[in-house]
C-alpha cells in the first residue's frame, strides 16, 4: 500500500506539467477549432531560450519570464506565417503544416544549440521531503509545479468566465459570424488564443525540463500525453484538460512503478482509442447552444 501510494505522489508532478501542455493545446483548439502538434516544439524551442538565459545570468525567475515572452512572441509569429494562410483550407493541410513548424522547430533548435540533451536547474530542492522520519517521493519542486498549475488554472478560468477578453474569446471560437456582428474582431481573439497558449506551453517547457533533460526531440513523447489528455477531457474544456491531465500522470508513475516506462504511451493511446470509440467528444465536452 505504501509503494501505491508513493507512485502517487510521484505521478502529481507530471500530471500538472501535462495539464498544462493539454492546456495549451485547448487553448489553440478554442480559438481557431485546430489542433496545433506544434505546441511541444514551441515549449522545446523557449526552454532553449530560457536554459541561455539562467546559464547566463543564473537567474531561474528571469529565465521563466523570458520564456513566456518568447512563447508568446512565437505563437503570434506561428499563427501570422503559417496558421494564417492555411486556417481556411481543410483541416488536413492546417494539421500537415502543424507537423512541418514542428520539425522545422526542431531543426532549428539542433542548429543553434546542438543535439546533445541538457540538464536544467530546479528553483528549490529537487529531492523527496522528509516527513515522520520517512522520505516521500515529493519534493519542494513537485509543490512548486503543482501551485504554478492551480494558478494558472485559476487565471485561465476567471479570464474566459469573467472578462470581456475572454467571452470575446469564446464567441470567436463558438460562432466567428455571429461574434463578428457584434463588434468583436475575430482575428484579434485568434492572434490572442495562440499567444496565450504560446505562454502557458512555455511554461510547461520550462517546468518538465528539470524532471528529465532539454534536446530537440526530448518533449515528443509530452505530445502524446497531452494530446490524450485534451482529446479524453474534451478538446473546448479546460477542467478536462486539467482532470485527465493530472489522471494520465498518476496512470504514467503506475505503469512505470509496476512495469516499464516504455508502456506508457501505449496504454495512453489505448485509452485514447477507447475514448474516441465510447465518448469522442471528451468525458467534459459541451453539448448544445453555449451561453457568451
Same mark, same amino acid.
Given at each position: 500500500?505504501?509503494?501505491?501510494?508513493?507512485?502517487?505522489?510521484?505521478?502529481?508532478?507530471?500530471?500538472?506539467?501535462?495539464?498544462?501542455?493539454?492546456?495549451?493545446?485547448?487553448?489553440?483548439?478554442?480559438?481557431?477549432?485546430?489542433?496545433?502538434?506544434?505546441?511541444?516544439?514551441?515549449?522545446?524551442?523557449?526552454?532553449?531560450?530560457?536554459?541561455?538565459?539562467?546559464?547566463?545570468?543564473?537567474?531561474?525567475?528571469?529565465?521563466?519570464?523570458?520564456?513566456?515572452?518568447?512563447?508568446?512572441?512565437?505563437?503570434?509569429?506561428?499563427?501570422?506565417?503559417?496558421?494564417?494562410?492555411?486556417?481556411?483550407?481543410?483541416?488536413?493541410?492546417?494539421?500537415?503544416?502543424?507537423?512541418?513548424?514542428?520539425?522545422?522547430?526542431?531543426?532549428?533548435?539542433?542548429?543553434?544549440?546542438?543535439?546533445?540533451?541538457?540538464?536544467?536547474?530546479?528553483?528549490?530542492?529537487?529531492?523527496?521531503?522528509?516527513?515522520?522520519?520517512?522520505?516521500?517521493? !515529493?519534493?519542494?519542486? /513537485?509543490? *512548486? #509545479?503543482?501551485? %504554478? @498549475?492551480?494558478? =494558472?488554472?485559476? &487565471? +485561465?478560468?476567471?479570464?474566459?468566465?469573467?472578462?470581456?477578453?475572454?467571452?470575446?474569446?469564446?464567441?470567436?471560437?463558438?460562432?466567428?459570424?455571429?461574434?463578428?456582428?457584434?463588434?468583436?474582431?475575430?482575428?484579434?481573439?485568434?492572434?490572442?488564443?495562440?499567444?496565450?497558449?504560446?505562454?502557458?506551453?512555455?511554461?510547461?517547457?520550462?517546468?518538465?525540463?528539470?524532471?528529465?533533460?532539454?534536446?530537440?526531440?526530448?518533449?515528443?513523447?509530452?505530445?502524446?500525453?497531452?494530446?490524450?489528455?485534451?482529446? !479524453?477531457?474534451?478538446? /473546448?474544456? *479546460? #477542467?478536462?484538460? %486539467? @482532470?485527465?491531465? =493530472?489522471?494520465? &500522470? +498518476?496512470?504514467?508513475?503506475?505503469?512505470?512503478?509496476?512495469?516499464?516506462?516504455?508502456?506508457?504511451?501505449?496504454?495512453?493511446?489505448?485509452?485514447?482509442?477507447?475514448?474516441?470509440?465510447?465518448?469522442?467528444?471528451?468525458?467534459?465536452?459541451?453539448?448544445?447552444?453555449?451561453?457568451?
Amino acid at each position: 500500500m505504501t509503494t501505491f501510494i508513493d507512485y502517487l505522489l510521484g505521478g502529481f508532478s507530471n500530471g500538472a506539467v501535462i495539464a498544462l501542455m493539454a492546456i495549451a493545446l485547448v487553448l489553440v483548439w478554442r480559438s481557431t477549432r485546430m489542433v496545433n502538434f506544434a505546441q511541444v516544439g514551441q515549449a522545446m524551442f523557449t526552454t532553449y531560450i530560457a536554459l541561455t538565459v539562467q546559464q547566463q545570468t543564473g537567474n531561474w525567475l528571469l529565465a521563466l519570464v523570458v520564456a513566456i515572452a518568447a512563447g508568446v512572441v512565437l505563437g503570434v509569429i506561428v499563427f501570422f506565417l503559417v496558421i494564417r494562410p492555411v486556417k481556411n483550407s481543410d483541416s488536413t493541410g492546417a494539421i500537415i503544416a502543424t507537423f512541418g513548424v514542428l520539425i522545422a522547430l526542431q531543426a532549428g533548435a539542433g542548429m543553434i544549440w546542438g543535439g546533445d540533451p541538457e540538464g536544467f536547474v530546479t528553483p528549490v530542492d529537487n529531492a523527496g521531503l522528509e516527513i515522520g522520519g520517512r522520505i516521500w517521493p !515529493i519534493s519542494l519542486y /513537485d509543490i *512548486l #509545479v503543482l501551485v %504554478v @498549475t492551480a494558478a =494558472l488554472v485559476i &487565471g +485561465l478560468t476567471l479570464l474566459f468566465t469573467k472578462t470581456a477578453l475572454g467571452l470575446s474569446m469564446r464567441a470567436s471560437a463558438f460562432n466567428p459570424e455571429v461574434a463578428r456582428l457584434s463588434g468583436v474582431r475575430v482575428s484579434r481573439m485568434l492572434i490572442t488564443g495562440w499567444a496565450i497558449a504560446g505562454g502557458v506551453g512555455a511554461v510547461a517547457g520550462i517546468l518538465v525540463a528539470p524532471l528529465s533533460t532539454v534536446s530537440p526531440t526530448s518533449f515528443d513523447i509530452l505530445l502524446v500525453f497531452a494530446f490524450t489528455a485534451a482529446v !479524453i477531457g474534451g478538446l /473546448d474544456s *479546460l #477542467v478536462g484538460a %486539467v @482532470t485527465f491531465g =493530472l489522471g494520465t &500522470g +498518476l496512470i504514467i508513475s503506475l505503469i512505470s512503478g509496476y512495469s516499464d516506462s516504455s508502456n506508457a504511451p501505449v496504454v495512453a493511446l489505448i485509452l485514447l482509442a477507447l475514448n474516441l470509440l465510447l465518448k469522442p467528444d471528451g468525458v467534459f465536452s459541451h453539448h448544445g447552444s453555449r451561453s457568451v
